[in-house]
C-alpha cells in the first residue's frame, strides 16, 4: 500500500457552534465552549499526523455583526484558550501564531496572542495560525495599502509586484499555500477564510457540526485528501 501524503497546510473552518447548542437546547455560546475542547484535539491529531501547519478560522471580520454579548464571549474565549492552553501548546511543540486585523481587536486578546506567541515561538513540531479578527479580503486589500506606503517611502520600486513581494506584505509572510481545506456544519462556502491562500487547495465539506468532531475527522479527510489527484493546471 502506497504511504499516506500528508498535507503540509491543513485549514479549517470550525463552523456550527451556535446550532449544535440549539439542538442539544444549549445557548449558542455554549457550542463555543465545546468547541473549544474539540480544536484542540484537532491540533494534537494534527501533531501526531505530522502536518506542518493548521490554520483555524476563530472570528472573522463579519463576526463583529453578530450580538454584542456573543462577540463577547467570543472575545474573551480566544483570550482563554491562549492562557490555559499555552503550556499544552508547549508540550506539543506547537508554535502558535495569530492572524489578522488589528484594528477593532481587544487590546487584552492581542496581549495574550502577542505573550503565547512568544512563549511557543521556538516551537518547531508544527505551527497553529489562529485566525482572529481575519477576513480574506481584508487581508489583500492590508497587503496591497503596504505596498503602496512602501513604494512611497522608496523601500519599493519597479512597476510590477511579484507573488514573492506581495506574499511578504501578508499577515502571516511565512504561510503555506493550503493544502487542504476543510468546513463543518453543512455549509459549502469559503465565508472570507484565506481567499489567496486557497487558490489550489482540496475542500471538504462535511455536515457535522464542529462540536461533533474529533481526531478521528481530521484522519478521515487526510484519507479522502490522498484520493483526489492534484494537478495544478498541468495535465
Ligand atoms: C462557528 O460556529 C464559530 C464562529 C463563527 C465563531 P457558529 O457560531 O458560526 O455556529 P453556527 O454556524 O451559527 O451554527
Ligand atoms: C465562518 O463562519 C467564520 C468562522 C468559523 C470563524 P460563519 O458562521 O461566520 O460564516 P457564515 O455566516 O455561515 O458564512
Ligand atoms: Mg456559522
Known amino acids: 500500500m502506497r504511504e499516506l501524503e500528508i498535507p503540509k497546510h491543513v485549514a479549517v473552518i470550525m463552523d456550527g457552534n451556535g446550532r449544535w447548542a440549539v439542538r442539544c437546547g444549549l445557548e449558542r455560546t455554549a457550542g463555543h465552549k465545546a468547541g473549544e475542547k474539540v480544536l484542540m484535539k484537532w491540533v494534537r491529531a494534527g501533531v501526531h499526523l505530522g502536518i506542518s501547519e493548521m490554520s483555524f478560522y476563530t472570528f472573522s471580520t463579519e463576526n463583529w455583526t453578530r450580538s454584542p454579548s456573543e462577540v463577547r464571549f467570543l472575545m474573551n474565549i480566544s483570550k482563554q484558550i491562549m492562557r490555559a492552553r499555552a503550556p499544552e501548546f508547549l508540550e506539543l511543540g506547537v508554535r502558535v501564531k495569530w492572524v489578522g486585523r488589528k484594528t477593532r481587536l481587544w487590546k487584552s486578546v492581542l496581549s495574550e496572542l502577542e505573550k503565547i506567541q512568544n512563549l ?65 456544519s453543512g455549509e459549502q462556502r469559503i465565508s472570507n477564510f484565506l481567499l489567496w491562500q486557497i487558490a489550489y487547495a482540496e475542500m471538504i465539506f462535511l455536515d457535522d457540526a464542529w462540536p461533533d468532531t474529533d481526531e478521528q475527522t481530521l484522519q478521515r479527510c487526510v484519507n479522502d485528501y490522498n484520493l483526489r489527484t492534484r494537478r495544478f493546471g498541468a495535465m
Open 120 to 184: 511557543t515561538k521556538n516551537c518547531t513540531k508544527m505551527t497553529v495560525n489562529f485566525c482572529i479578527n481575519y477576513g480574506g479580503r481584508a487581508e489583500i486589500l492590508d497587503a496591497v495599502t503596504k505596498l503602496v506606503e512602501d513604494a512611497r517611502a522608496g523601500r519599493f520600486s519597479g512597476s510590477k509586484v511579484t507573488q514573492k513581494q506581495f506574499e511578504k506584505c501578508m499577515y502571516s509572510s511565512s504561510m503555506r499555500p493550503v493544502d487542504l481545506l476543510i468546513r463543518t
